[in-house]
C-alpha cells in the first residue's frame, strides 16, 4: 500500500503523456481520459486504508541533499484525492460553446500532467522539490492563459502574470532558505516545527515571506488579475486555474503556517486585513453586472480572503477541507463570460517543429501511428462502445443531473431573493455581509483569546 501514492502519481503522468501524444485522435482521448480519470479518483480513496505519517518510496535526488518522499498524512492526503476527482470532472465536462482556441487538442493530457504535479506538490515532504514543483506548475498555467485568451484577440500580458508568479514562489524560497539556516533539514514538518524557536526577527520574516507566497496564489488584491483572466476560460480549464493548482497550494500553505501566527500580536493584523479583503470581493461581487468576470472575480476574491481571516484560528482546517469544493462549485455556480472566437482563430499551438522539442513531438507523433496503425479500427471501437455503453446511464443520470443543478439552485436561491427584496437586493445583501463579517470577526477574537 505505501506505493499506491506514487504509482497513481506515475499513472496519471504517463496518461497525460500518452493523450498528447494521441491528440490528434480527439474522440478517443477524451473517451479514455474520462475512463481513466474516474478509475484514478477510485482507486485514490484506498489512500484513506492507513492515514498517518506513511511514507511512500524515499530516494535521494541530490548529493548532499536530504532523502525526499510523499506523505499521506492529513489533510495532505484528503486534498490530494479531491484533486484526482477534479481531474474527473474536467475530463467530464462538456462546455456550452465551442472551445475558441487550438488548446483544446492538447487539454486532455495537459489536465493530466497539472494533476500529477498538484498531487505531488500536495504530499512532497521536502522544501527544494516543492520550489520545484511549484515553478513547473506556474510555467504550466501560462498557456492557459496566453493561448485561450489570445485566440480571441484578448490582450494578455502574460510576461506581468509570470512574474507576479514568480514574486510567489521566490517569496516560498526565502521562507524555506530561512528554516533550513536554522533547522539545517529541508524536511517542510521538521523545519516547521523548529520555526517556534526563532528570534523575533526571522520569525515575522518567516511568517510574511509564506503570507506573500499564499497572497500570489490565492490571487488576492492587487495580485489578482490573472484570477479576472482565468474568469474568461471555459469550464474546464476554469477549475483548475481558479481551484484546484495554485490557489489550492496557497490555501494548503496558509493552513501549515497557521499555528506560527496563533496567539500572537500578529494574528490581529491578519485577520483584520484577511476581513477588509473579504467585503472588498463581496462588494465588488454585488455592485458588478451579473455574469461578468468582475462580479466572478469578487466572490473568488471574498472566499480567498476568508481563508486568510481564518488563518491563525482552528476553524483554518475546515476551510481547507471544504475549499476545493467551493472553489469549484462557485467556478462552475456562477455564470462568467467566455468570449467566442471567429472560425480564423483556431490554430495550432504556437511552438516551432524544431529543435529539441519539435523532434520530441514528431517522435511522439512516429510512436503512436507505429503503435496504432496495427490495431483493427472496429476492435477498438466495439472496446469504446462497449465502455461507453457500461457507464453510459450511471454519468449521465447521476453526474450530469448534479452538475447541471449548480447553476439551477444559484438561479433558484437568486430568484427567491430578488422577489422577496425587489429593488433593494444588493444593498440588503451588503449589509447582511456586513453584519456576518462583524459576528465572524468576534469568534474569531473570541478563539484567539
Same mark, same amino acid.
Given at each position: 500500500m505505501h506505493v499506491l501514492l506514487p504509482a497513481l502519481v506515475a499513472a496519471t503522468l504517463c496518461g497525460g503523456v500518452l493523450f498528447l501524444a494521441l491528440?490528434?485522435?480527439? %474522440? *478517443?482521448?477524451?473517451?479514455?481520459?474520462?475512463?481513466?480519470a474516474l478509475a484514478l479518483a477510485v482507486l485514490s480513496f484506498l489512500l484513506l486504508a492507513h492515514p498517518g505519517e506513511d511514507r511512500a518510496v524515499r530516494f535521494t535526488w541530490a548529493p548532499l541533499m536530504d532523502s525526499v518522499g510523499l506523505s499521506t498524512a492529513a489533510p495532505g492526503i484528503y486534498l490530494a484525492i479531491m484533486a484526482f476527482w477534479t481531474l474527473y470532472l474536467g475530463c467530464r465536462l462538456r462546455e456550452e460553446r465551442p472551445p475558441p482556441s487550438a488548446l483544446e487538442l492538447y487539454w486532455p493530457g495537459w489536465a493530466y500532467?497539472?494533476?500529477?504535479?498538484?498531487?505531488? %506538490? *500536495?504530499t512532497v515532504d521536502h522544501f527544494v522539490a516543492r520550489?520545484?514543483?511549484l515553478d513547473l506548475l506556474s510555467l504550466s498555467l501560462m498557456p492557459l492563459l496566453l493561448i485561450d485568451l489570445s485566440a480571441v484577440d484578448y490582450h494578455v500580458p502574460i510576461i506581468r502574470r509570470y512574474l507576479i508568479f514568480r514574486v510567489g514562489d521566490s517569496a516560498f524560497m526565502l521562507l524555506a532558505m530561512l528554516l533550513h539556516q536554522h533547522s539545517a533539514t529541508f524536511h517542510i514538518d521538521s523545519a516547521l516545527a523548529s520555526a517556534a524557536d526563532l528570534p523575533a526577527g526571522p520569525f515575522v520574516t518567516v511568517v510574511l515571506s509564506g503570507v506573500l507566497a499564499a497572497w500570489v496564489k490565492l490571487g488576492l488584491p492587487p495580485c489578482h488579475g490573472w484570477v479576472a483572466e482565468g474568469a474568461m476560460l471555459p469550464r474546464s480549464r476554469r477549475i483548475w486555474v481558479l481551484g484546484a493548482a495554485l490557489p489550492l497550494l496557497g490555501a494548503y500553505l496558509l493552513y501549515r503556517l497557521g499555528p506560527l501566527a496563533a496567539g500572537r500580536p500578529a494574528a490581529f493584523l491578519v485577520i483584520g486585513v484577511g476581513l477588509l479583503l473579504m467585503l472588498w470581493g463581496v462588494h465588488r461581487g454585488l455592485r458588478s453586472p451579473n455574469g461578468s468576470s468582475e462580479a466572478q472575480t469578487g466572490w473568488l476574491v471574498a472566499h480567498s480572503a476568508l481563508g486568510l481571516a481564518l488563518m491563525p484560528t482552528p476553524a483554518m482546517r475546515l476551510f481547507l477541507l471544504t475549499f476545493l469544493p467551493v472553489r469549484v462549485g462557485l467556478c462552475l455556480g456562477l455564470a462568467s463570460t467566455v468570449l467566442l472566437a471567429p472560425a480564423r482563430a483556431m490554430r495550432r499551438l504556437p511552438v516551432s517543429e524544431s529543435g529539441l522539442f519539435g523532434s520530441v513531438l514528431r517522435w511522439l507523433g512516429a510512436s503512436e501511428t507505429s503503435l496504432f496503425e496495427g490495431i483493427p479500427h472496429r476492435v477498438a471501437q466495439a472496446v469504446v462502445a462497449l465502455a461507453d455503453l457500461t457507464a453510459q446511464r450511471l454519468e449521465r443520470g447521476v453526474f450530469d443531473r448534479s452538475v447541471q443543478s449548480v447553476p439551477r439552485i444559484v438561479d433558484s436561491i437568486a430568484g427567491s431573493l430578488q422577489l422577496q427584496h425587489t429593488g433593494q437586493l444588493r444593498r440588503n445583501l451588503l449589509w447582511v455581509s456586513v453584519a456576518l463579517v462583524a459576528i465572524v470577526a468576534l469568534m474569531l477574537l473570541w478563539e484567539i483569546k
Open positions: 491528440r490528434k485522435r480527439a %474522440a *478517443l482521448v477524451r473517451t479514455l481520459a474520462r475512463y481513466l500532467v497539472l494533476c500529477s504535479v498538484v498531487v505531488l %506538490a *500536495l520550489i520545484v514543483l
